[in-house]
């Protein structure tokens, strides 16, 4: 997993549980906040529910931007369901934009949402994908959410294979914030628990499996100039 998703998680986590767990004068405040918030964009209708999926395609699209911190209000608004299947559907969205701006743009046009140095580092990893479909699917867990849909454009990897992959590597990543961020919100310990035995584990056994396919993958050419 990457060290962006990493620090997310663990900032989003530890604010929650501070805030939750901690003080009932923080945790009443913050709950009149959300409680505001909610009433808002409840209020909308489909608007509110617009502007989640929004921010979740650009969370995908862009460097240094999350949709995470929306989800403690997701789910109290429309519960577990809607707000996975909107965070999905963003993430979703987000990864077909990006592989097509990859695709048809380029590399020039690429290298202004991202810096060069970034694309650099992992093109040549995500080149090698063309003979690994399982590093595809692991890439979409591991590296910046940013990162392999531009790419992948890039290199012109087979669009429908990288829909399945996107979903795939996607699904794991969004029940884990739903789920855990409900649990910490509900104060249920042994959920929370469960959860984070669950995403740890995963997160280990995906690394592991990642390191070693990018290990026994020949040496390709360079495809930015695609």
Do not use: C
Not at 4 to 24: D, E, H, P, R
């Amino acid at each position: 997993m990457s060290k962006s998703k990493i620090l997310k998680i663990i900032l989003v986590v530890t604010i929650l549980v501070a805030i939750f767990w901690g003080s009932n004068t923080v945790e009443n405040y913050f709950r009149d906040i959300m409680n505001y918030i909610t009433t808002y964009m409840d209020g909308g209708g489909t608007g509110g529910m617009t502007f989640f999926i929004a921010l979740s395609i650009l969370s995908v699209m862009l460097v240094s931007f999350s949709s995470i911190w929306l989800v403690p209000i997701a789910v109290s608004i429309w519960g577990n369901t809607l707000t996975l299947v909107f965070l999905l559907g963003g993430w979703f969205l987000g990864s077909i934009f990006s592989y097509l701006i990859g695709r048809y743009a380029g590399y020039p046009i690429v290298r202004k949402i991202i810096s060069s140095k970034k694309l650099d580092n992992y093109n040549k990893v995500l080149a090698q994908a063309r003979e690994s479909f399982g590093l595809i699917v692991l890439s979409r867990f591991i590296l910046p959410s940013e990162i392999p849909g531009y790419l992948l454009g890039i290199i012109k990897y087979p669009f429908a294979r990288y829909l399945i992959a996107t979903l795939i590597g996607e699904i794991p990543y969004a029940l884990a914030t739903v789920y855990f961020i409900d649990a910490i919100l509900r104060k249920d310990v042994i959920t929370f628990l469960i959860w984070g035995v669950i995403w740890i584990s995963f997160a280990l056994i995906t690394v592991r499996m990642y390191r070693k396919i990018t290990n026994n993958q020949p040496p390709t050419t360079n495809h930015k100039n695609l």
